[in-house]
């Protein structure tokens, strides 16, 4: 069946310094989303990509969609103490409602 | 509040047990899932409704059996489940994301209920 993998699982990282997470599906995709997970929360929508080769930026956030459709990375400029949090992507292919999700990058942000 | 509210937050029931959680989305949304979040898992698919009628079931045992009754409403019944069960069981809503079909255009952005932190004994 479809996976999604993400790397790494877990990073830590000087308030400052950037991150990224990579995402990478065993299939082709439609779209793929970005989730954050709070610690003892749930997850909260960031962004959806669409087309190949997409970039999007919120903010110190950059989002890249790859060009065959099938990997996708978060960046994150100058990390900050409210980052800290599980980054999920979330991905689906053309005509479901399946989601399947990444298995997530927790990211630690140390002041 | 994200819209979707899911009930109990917190079950703890026995192997015997038989119980069930509830979601309710106040989003207008027409399909709703059921996701399972265990600590060496990432977040599982378990069910997709999509204007009432399931369209996806993961593989589930059935000892897990969903209903919904309507859009707004989805419910999880539980029955002699196991130990390892024991997981945050996360609702979410959609907007069915190809316009035209509501007359509405969206994302098919997931709101996701804070969950129902359950552990079998």
């Known amino acids: 069946g479809q996976q999604v993998m993400q790397i790494p699982q877990y990073q830590h990282v000087q308030e400052g310094e950037d991150f990224t997470t990579y995402c990478n599906s065993s299939?082709?995709?439609?779209?793929i989303q970005w989730y954050k997970q709070r610690p003892g929360g749930h997850p909260v929508f960031l962004i959806q990509?669409?087309?190949?080769?997409e970039v999007k930026k919120q903010k110190r956030l950059t989002f890249q969609f790859g060009e065959a459709k099938k990997n996708s990375s978060l960046h994150i400029t100058a990390t900050q103490t409210t980052d800290v949090g599980t980054y999920f992507c979330?991905?689906?292919?053309?005509?479901?409602?399946?989601?399947?999700f990444g298995t997530g990058t927790r990211l630690k942000v140390l002041a | 509040e994200t819209g979707v509210t899911q009930t109990p937050r917190h079950l703890v029931m026995g192997m015997t047990n038989k119980k069930s959680l509830k979601c309710e989305q106040h989003?207008?949304?027409?399909?709703m899932y059921w996701y399972k979040q265990s600590a060496k898992k990432p977040l599982e698919l378990m069910f997709v409704?999509?204007?009432?009628?399931?369209?996806e079931n993961n593989s589930v045992p059935s000892r897990f059996s969903p209903e919904c009754p309507n859009s707004s409403h989805l419910f999880l019944h539980l029955h002699t489940l196991q130990p390892e069960d024991s997981a945050l069981y996360l609702c979410?809503?959609?907007?069915?994301?190809?316009?035209?079909?509501?007359?509405?255009?969206?994302?098919?952005?997931?709101?996701f209920g804070e969950g129902s932190r359950l552990t079998v004994l």
């Open positions: 299939t082709t995709l439609s779209n």
């Open positions: 979330a991905g689906a292919t053309s005509g479901t409602y399946k989601y399947i």
């Open positions: 990509l669409v087309k190949s080769g």
């Open positions: 409704y999509n204007f009432k009628e399931q369209t």
């Open positions: 989003l207008g949304h027409n399909a």
């Open positions: 979410a809503s959609s907007q069915d994301p190809y316009p035209g079909t509501s007359g509405r255009v969206n994302t098919g952005e997931l709101f």
